[in-house]
């Protein structure tokens, strides 16, 4: 089966073969898709004959966004935390430990259920590509049954044993951390294609840090790193030194990290949810950029510190409040979260891609940001198959 999407306003193909920029945006364009690949993109007057053909009347189409931070498989929700911090409480790592109670409490099919709806709505939004991480269960059982039911949507799981310490472990850290790279690790690794930890005050220690991804990078697991999001410490330099996919969260960055980053294949993939949603100062994109950082956005859809799952809410943000510009943002919330995940088949329009389009009720991605809150996001494929 063949289709040609057609009379494109603006196209954003992300392939840098294009144009001089790196968004490669064309216009009066159109995409042909076969099965479930990209086989053509062009002009709309070189377009090649399909079995079907869909007019975009005149709109803007964009690659599915790949969210590349998630924390999608969890019980309960946070709503008194955040009306709580609202009205003036810090947010604290320790708030985790609630979820963790609640997400044992619940069973495998209540946890599809929630787990199949955030997906939903990210379809819904022009998400097609989201990681998805555990960090929920921190014991083997649990840990062990959050990565599996990651694994039944996604092929991009990531185990996150060492998330924050069990209240069963509160003083005894390190003996946790032996549990997380032994039995925990034995269990999980199957499942995963990455290792995480968060390595922050209040959760795990540099030292901490490096034996849990160490651990993971032994069991062939690819590491990421959430750090410096309550403050400034050494998690950034870590993920560099270790070779990390993605560091994550960034809101603290000191020059040294900045410097490190700009000269390592790292990403920095900034989740600007987190910052709406714990009213904590926004990153300086604009600064990160402008030091040769390759920058992602993702949503970090939890229920603690961001439950926005709306990759057009992230943008909105980024370019309100975090120096980028319309094209960047959104280049960082589809190339940009393919590169955090180390793909090259996602986040980009062009033979042989992933056929993942999002046609936008918009003449122009600059709307995403311009119209907030508005669901722009008009039809999504999926692998070719029209899925919203
Ligand atoms: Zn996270």
């Given amino acids: 089966m063949t289709t040609l999407l057609t009379n494109i306003a603006e196209l954003t193909t992300n392939d840098p073969s294009r144009t001089a920029d790196p968004t490669g945006t064309l216009h009066d364009a159109a995409v042909l898709i076969d099965g479930g690949r990209v086989a053509w993109v062009g002009a709309v007057g070189d377009a090649p004959d399909a079995e079907e053909v869909v007019d975009a009347g005149r709109r803007a189409v964009i690659p599915g966004f790949v969210d590349s931070h998630s924390h999608l498989v969890f019980g309960g929700d946070r709503a008194e935390e955040f009306e709580a911090r ?65 694994a039944e949507v996604t092929p991009e799981v990531t185990f996150l044993g060492a998330h924050v310490v069990p209240a069963e472990y509160a003083d005894r850290a390190d003996d946790y951390v032996d549990l997380v790279v032994g039995p925990m690790l034995d269990a999980c690794a199957p499942h995963a294609k990455w290792i ?89 994109a604009r600064r990160l950029i402008d030091a040769g950082v390759t920058v992602a956005l993702a949503c970090d859809t939890n229920p603690g510190s961001s439950f926005t799952s709306s990759m057009p809410f992230c943008i909105a943000i980024a370019v309100r409040d975090m120096g980028m510009t319309p094209a960047e943002a959104v280049w960082a919330a589809t190339a940009g979260g393919a590169g955090a995940l180390r793909r090259d088949d996602v986040g980009i329009i062009a033979p042989g891609a992933r056929a993942d389009l999002v046609l936008l009720d918009a003449p122009t991605r600059i709307h995403l940001a311009y119209r907030p809150g508005v669901p722009l996001v008009r039809r999504v494929w999926k692998d070719g198959v029209p899925v919203a």
């Fill in 86 to 150: 609202m009205a003036g409480q810090k947010y604290a790592a320790g708030g985790i430990r609630s979820t963790v109670a609640a997400t044992r409490a619940a069973s495998d099919d209540a946890l599809r259920v929630r787990l199949r709806g955030f997906l939903g709505e990210m379809l819904a939004q022009g998400t097609t590509t989201v990681e998805i991480k555990s960090g929920y269960g921190l014991s083997v059982a649990d840990e062990e049954r959050l990565v599996r039911l990651a």
């Fill in 196 to 284: 995480d930890v968060f390595c922050e005050t209040g959760a795990f220690t540099v030292p901490q840090s490096r034996r849990v991804l160490e651990a993971g990078i032994a069991r062939g697991l690819a590491p990421r790193v959430h750090a410096s999001q309550l403050g400034p410490g050494e998690g950034v330099r870590l993920a560099v030194e270790l070779g990390a996919a993605s560091v994550d969260h960034g809101t603290y960055l000191t020059d040294d990290d900045i410097a490190a980053l700009a000269a390592s294949d790292t990403v920095l993939t900034l989740l600007p949810g987190v910052e709406f949603s714990t009213r904590q100062p926004y990153p300086d």
